[in-house]
T-cell receptor, first 111, second 111 residues
């Protein structure tokens, strides 16, 4: 089954404690992306990757890092999380001629 | 001017009603258009692509007006299960991976 898998689905943590949200896709897609979704603001892109070892900033990259060492994985790293990063996060993958598929989402709460 | 604009709603309609959502986009170079559906706290899922000639999928009809930079979604015979937020999504440029999302229009279908 074609899917984008995110882990964890839910996380409550404290300010400053580094965390990683993993994302994996099994569709051999070149493109992967991270979004955050906040009430009234819609989906905003954090980082994206066009292929292995190619990443670029989206609209709201501050406070986040990503890496793309393998085609299937695109982890999102919060080196020093802060309360304003409390949000619902989605990973997505796709190709240039296909719409994007989204993961189930990760709900992060930073206390 | 926002890149993709939608009426946020909410639209509260009775079962069986016909409801129309509108969306405008600012980038005239936009090439591909989609409607995504998002249930509360879930991931966005592709509802349908929007083609220049207009297209229909069961009770759903999508229209595109490139001259006016306007996209619409019509839902006929609304069901309770249609209750969700509908996201207008635009991809700019042939071969582009990047999607721009509207903030969504919330629909509630009432018994």
């Amino acid at each position: 089954e074609a899917q984008v898998t995110q882990n964890p689905r839910y996380l409550i943590t404290v300010t400053g404690k580094k965390l990683t949200v993993t994302c994996s896709q099994n569709m051999n897609h070149e493109y992967m992306s991270w979004y955050r979704q906040d009430p009234g603001l819609g989906l905003r892109q954090i980082y994206y990757s066009m292929n292995v070892e190619v990443t670029d900033k989206g609209d709201v990259p501050e406070g986040y890092k990503v890496s793309r060492k393998e085609k299937r994985n695109f982890p999102l790293i919060l080196e020093s999380p802060s309360p304003n990063q409390t949000s619902l996060y989605f990973c997505a993958s796709g190709t240039s001629n296909q719409p994007q598929h989204f993961g189930d989402g990760t709900r992060l709460s930073i206390l | 001017r926002k890149e993709v604009e939608q009426d946020p709603g909410p639209f509260n309609v009775p079962e069986g009603a016909t409801v129309a959502f509108n969306c405008t986009y600012s980038n005239s170079a936009s090439q591909s258009f989609f409607w995504y559906r998002q249930d509360c706290r879930k991931e966005p899922k592709l509802l349908m692509s929007v083609y220049s000639s207009g297209n229909e999928d069961g009770r759903f009809t999508a229209q595109l007006n490139r001259a006016s930079q306007y996209i619409s979604l019509l839902i006929r015979d609304s069901k309770l299960s249609d209750s969700a937020t509908y996201l207008c999504v635009v991809k700019t440029g042939a071969g582009s991976y990047q999607l721009t999302f509207g903030k969504g229009t919330k629909l509630s279908v009432i018994p």
